[in-house]
């Protein structure tokens, strides 16, 4: 039995809808909040530690560089401490207090971010207008915290909003598809950090980890093909293995170095592997093409989209290599190049792996740009078979990769995740500086018009609050709220949004707990009003008065709801109740699909969220490293000069291992390369070289003459570090010049780990 709902045109039927609400259990019901309450913490925990991370990475750089200064004692400790300060992975949160830099002004920013948020083409100005020192705050400001839940549907569609305005003025600006997005702009910062978020970082995991692994894992792998590194390393491999000098001449040009037959013979077999190891990953990329997140392939397509509309006779090369430029360049490359800056392995590679890695993601680079190796790199040209055999591969991939559903017909089909909560965001107190300030700056390029309502929030907030230290600074949550809309709607409210007005919701409540108690078949009846009506009368009948006053109950609620215009009301009583049951039915039958699509969400989101965590925590391992490193060379310092202190009063020295040359032996075992002539011969025969070991990969070359002589050759100590002589045999420099002497680099190396390291 089925009557039409009046003014809707649907299709009513009481049986189906008795039915369905029959099926919908309370326990369904109960599942279903707790796997969206679950839901919604998960992602908010990514959101927090995506945001964490990259505060973390940016640190975590500039503490680097500091420490290589401290070690190259261009810094104190104290100073690289100071850098630490308030750096400990936590977000520090406002608590309040009277000293707030936006005391007073809170709901002023409140409106200006939210005005921010909702409409992005000031994002999108600003974005253009950047200073280079400014671009990682503001990169985390609108990739993390404006727009940082991924999987809130809102955001995402406002944060691709910003995206495809910036991209609309980069191409606008453009006098050529090759410089699109190469340099490190904000634009291209920012789309590398939108790739590296929850999604983007679980996609990389699964698709390059294993494979990468495999390379660094393997320590007899060597992919070197440029074969003037490659003679050099069978000199290197030589002097540094038997401590002899090699006879291979250390001054050849490229074509000599080429022609040689132990190079001849090693190169071909490294091109396989090389090739090999390519085709490995460009498959697991093509393969998986499905599994890059939709915004990433949506950018994609704004991309080809643009990039055709600039430059009409662009060819399907052409614009493959413009996606190239994006989803490659920064989104797999970086991870092939460096996989232990995304933990994708436990240590630093060694110089060969990172090596090996370099040369896979230069193949695969030159194939995403559809271009072979020419006379640059002329021992590249080994692989351009290579690339002009998969070129039409990468092409469909990049085809495929920007075939998606447009913005609003994708997102809409997440609408029952998407977020219901108050919107708000947490931030610093330095970003909220940072924007106040690049607005004002900037003002008549982002805000043109004079009635532009952001002029009007910046002259009421007069001046940006100053900028605080990184142990002062905090966070503070602000609520987003349009206040001038929210202050024209408030009497309106209550009877507008209706889906979450608390008596809409118990009047709901009230008549599914009374439907389960009646039976699920609507015997002939043919709309509610009757079936309840029909229903409270065998109630009186049995005379269970109980049951009788619960369904009286509930049509005295519907009318109070329909009286107050909070049920809109159609031509008839019985159509108004029939439209509210017939929507509380649908949402019952919409449960189990909310319930599966939310039990498959977690289920991507569980796996994006161990990623964060694990990369969260491993950038934290680094950090406490660094601390306790900090702490060692202040412990170590502390302790060398009471050491020293007690040494001259006692009078004693603690013993170290030192091994013992004279310089004429040297010169016959090749260390020492060439002495300056000016240094008189019967000194030299009395001069004689201790080697001894400061730290783990530090040693000291002290000179001794013996007695009688009392002259200084050397201005003081030869300091060796190893890494330094591996990178300079990484550069093919085989001298390492200091003072008087040249040294050869290679045997210095052997000696080294022959004596210190591997004795």
């Known amino acids: 039995m089925s009557a039409s709902v009046a003014g809707r045109g649907e299709e009513f039927d009481l049986d189906s809808a008795l039915k369905a609400l029959a099926n919908d259990s309370p326990e369904l019901m109960r599942q279903l909040e707790e796997d969206e309450a679950e839901l919604q913490r998960v992602r908010q925990t990514i959101t927090q530690q995506s945001r964490g991370n990259f505060v973390l990475e940016r640190e975590l750089i500039a503490l680097d560089a500091k420490i290589k200064l401290l070690i190259q004692n261009q810094i104190s400790v104290y100073e690289v401490e100071q850098s630490t300060a308030g750096l400990d992975g936590d977000e520090k949160k406002d608590g309040g207090n009277q000293q707030s830099p936006i005391k007073g002004k809170r709901a002023l920013y409140e409106e200006m971010f939210f005005l921010l948020q909702s409409k992005p083409r000031y994002f999108a100005a600003l974005a253009r207008l950047l200073e ?304 106040h300030k690049l607005l004002l700056k900037h003002t008549d390029v982002v805000c043109p018009r004079e009635n532009d309502s952001m002029r009007s929030i910046l002259k009421r907030l007069g001046d940006p609050p100053p900028k605080l230290t990184l142990k002062q600074n905090r966070t503070v949550v602000l609520q987003l709220i349009d206040r001038r809309e929210q202050r024209l709607s408030t009497a309106v409210d209550a009877f507008e949004n209706h889906a979450v007005n608390p008596l809409h919701i118990q009047a709901r409540t009230l008549l599914l707990s009374v439907l389960r108690l009646l039976p699920s078949d609507a015997n002939g009846c043919t709309t509610l009003l009757e079936f309840l009506n029909a229903q409270k009368a065998k109630a009186l009948a049995e005379q269970d008065a109980s049951l009788a006053d619960h369904i009286s109950n509930v049509i005295s609620m519907l009318r109070t709801l329909a009286d107050m215009g909070m049920l809109k009301k159609l031509d008839t009583e019985d159509a108004t109740f029939d439209k509210f049951l017939w929507e509380t039915a649908a949402a019952a039958l919409s449960r189990r699909d909310r319930l599966a699509l939310v039990k498959k969400r977690r289920g991507m989101i569980a796996e994006a969220a161990k990623t964060i965590k694990d990369h969260h925590e491993y950038l934290q391992s680094k950090l406490d490293y660094y601390k306790q490193y900090l702490q060692n060379v202040k412990v170590g310092r502390a302790q060398s000069n009471q050491a020293g202190a007690g040494d001259k009063r006692k009078g004693s020295k603690k013993k170290k291992t030192t091994v013992k040359y004279a310089h004429k032996e040297l010169v016959d075992m090749g260390v020492i390369m060439h002495t300056d002539p000016s240094i008189d011969s019967s000194i030299l025969k009395r001069c004689y070289y201790v080697f001894s070991q400061a730290a783990p990969d530090k040693f000291e070359i002290t ?31 085989t001298k390492l010049s200091i003072d008087y002497v040249d040294l050869n680099v290679n045997l210095i190396i052997h000696i080294l780990n022959t004596k210190f390291i591997y004795k």
């Not at 797999?332 to 090596?355: E, M, W």
């Not at 591969?393 to 085809?399: A, E, G, K, L, S």
């Open 703 to 733: 000179l001794h003459l013996k007695k009688g002589f009392d002259i200084k050759l050397l201005k003081k100590p030869i300091q060796l570090d190893l890494e330094e002589l591996l990178s300079l045999q990484e550069r093919n420099q």
């Open 132 to 435: 280079a020192r400014e671009t990682s705050e503001f990169v985390q400001t609108v990739v993390f915290d404006m727009y940082g839940d991924q999987y809130d549907t809102r955001e995402e569609r406002l944060l691709l909003d910003v995206f495809e305005k910036i991209l609309e003025s980069e191409l606008e600006a453009a006098q050529s598809q090759g410089s699109l997005l190469r340099a490190n702009t904000a634009t291209t910062q920012m789309l590398s950090a939108y790739a590296k978020r929850g999604q983007g970082l679980s996609v990389l995991k699964d698709v390059l980890q294993e494979p990468i692994q495999r390379v660094v894992a393997n320590k007899q792998l060597n992919l070197e093909i440029n074969p003037m590194k490659v003679y050099m390393q069978i000199i290197q491999e030589y002097e540094t293995t038997t401590g002899q000098v090699s006879d291979m001449n250390k001054n050849v040009d490229d074509a000599t170095a080429a022609a040689h037959p132990k190079v001849r013979e090693i190169i071909p077999g490294r091109v396989k592997q090389l090739l090999e190891i390519c085709e490995e990953i460009l498959q697991r990329i093509v393969t998986n093409v499905d599994s890059v997140p939709y915004g990433m392939r949506w950018i994609c397509k704004t991309l080809k989209r643009l990039c055709t509309a600039k430059f009409p006779n662009s060819t399907r090369a052409q614009i493959g290599s413009l996606l190239g430029g994006y989803i490659y360049l920064r989104f797999f490359n970086p991870a092939i190049v460096t996989p232990d800056a995304i933990n994708f392995i436990k240590t630093k590679p060694t110089r060969v792996a990172r090596r090996n890695l370099i040369l896979i993601a230069k193949v695969l680079q030159n194939l995403s740009n559809g271009m072979r190796f020419k006379d640059k790199e002329v021992y590249m040209q080994e692989c351009n078979r290579f690339i002009d055999e998969r070129m039409e591969t990468i092409q469909d991939y990049f085809d495929r990769l920007a075939d998606v559903e447009d913005l609003q017909d994708q997102l809409q089909i997440d609408k029952y995740l998407e977020h219901t909560t108050m919107n708000s965001i947490t931030i610093s107190f330095n970003q909220i500086s940072l924007i």
